[in-house]
């Protein structure tokens, strides 16, 4: 383990530096990491157990790394909509 990686101060994972993401992305062939409990608390289930009035969103990212968010509104069911198979 080199010296950039820590304990951090719970114990209960590790921190770690720049270099050892660089790294990361480099041995697997990527770009990008997206962190959502740093970037952004994306949740893919609009209006959720329909008890939460939430959104839904999307992070789309193009080729030179820009990014952007679509949000995703639920729509309301309505009776005779749904598929039965």
């Known amino acids: 383990m080199s010296k950039s990686w820590s304990m951090n101060h719970r114990e209960v994972s590790y921190t770690f530096g720049p270099e050892n993401v660089d790294e990361f992305l480099r041995k697997n062939d990527m770009d990008l990491i997206c962190n959502a409990q740093q970037l952004a608390i994306i949740f893919s ?39 039965k198979r």
């Open 45 to 83: 289930a609009p209006n959720y157990c329909s008890d939460f009035d939430n959104a839904g969103a999307l992070i789309s990212v193009d080729e030179s790394l820009m990014y952007c968010f679509q949000i995703l509104k639920h729509v309301d069911r309505r009776p005779g909509l749904m598929i």
